[in-house]
């Protein structure tokens, strides 16, 4: 019998387009050697433009679909996305709490809300006080980042340095901010750990809009931990890993450009050609 590659479980919505969400997890994760596991958290209804629906699921179905199939199969790392609802971030912290040896990489995109209901600000601090804690690593764009880390006492929003060493405070082991920087042509992507940055890497500002760069780039940080490397490899091979399928994106529909997180199995099928 054959070694089984490393099982990583992803919690997040559906979403259709194979652009983010569960989909994008999926694709991303066995790219780069990993079997996904999936629980999906909400159906999303959108197109390659925009989100034009958003439907949570109840936590109890949640939690049903990740318990049972954990007490099957034994996973390297969790990947954690958008999860819809407080209460689907209680269930999910409860079972993250069961497995406290497993990675927890955290990308809480917070765009996404249940309707007109949403309270982003509740919402924020849900994820904050219920997952934060548990994460391995929080991958967080510059505004999300303040978002997370902002407290009622706040006059103004928190920089980003101060947003990272909150949530490390709230008890992450690493927060990944991305997408800061000054220059135009750059963006900039901070990994911060307890003794403050770890590493810093820039990289060019590709043409044009990109749908499920950040989930790409979640997942790819989970494959990574789940086949053995520690955080700060694991967060500049993940990168890397994105850069390329950004690079390499193709536009489907007629909104944004989804990454080609297969891009280098094409590689090799031209060079087959060539020879």
Known sequence: MSHPPPLVLSFAPTDATGGSGL?????????MGCHPLT??????????????DFMPLDSELVGDQARLVLEDMAVSAFKVGMVGTIDNAAAIA?????????????????AEGAGESFDAEQFAGGVRDLLVPLATVVIANAGEARR????????????????AGRL?????????????GDEPQAILNTLYGEKGVVRSDTW?????????????????????IANGLDVPEAVRE??????????????PG???????????????EEGEDAA
């Open 94 to 110: 409860a079972i993250l709490s069961d497995y406290p040896e497993v990675p927890v990489v955290l990308d809480p995109a917070l």
């Open 39 to 52: 629980v999906a958290t909400a159906v999303s209804v959108r197109d390659s433009a925009g989100i034009d």
């Open 168 to 180: 490390l405070a709230a008890g992450a082991d690493y927060v990944l901010v991305t997408g800061a």
């Open 23 to 31: 989909q994008a997890d999926l694709l991303t994760l066995a790219a």
């Open 238 to 251: 993940a990168q890397e890993y994105v850069w390329q399928s950004l690079s390499e994106a193709f536009r």
């Open 254 to 268: 007629m909104g944004h450009r989804l990454p080609d997180r297969f891009f280098w199995a094409r590689e090799l």
């Open 148 to 163: 997370l880390a902002a407290t009622e006492e706040d006059e103004d929003d928190p920089g980003l340095e101060e947003s």
């Open 204 to 224: 060019e500002r590709l043409p044009g809009t990109f749908h499920g760069a950040g989930a790409t780039l979640s997942a790819a940080v989970a494959a990574a």
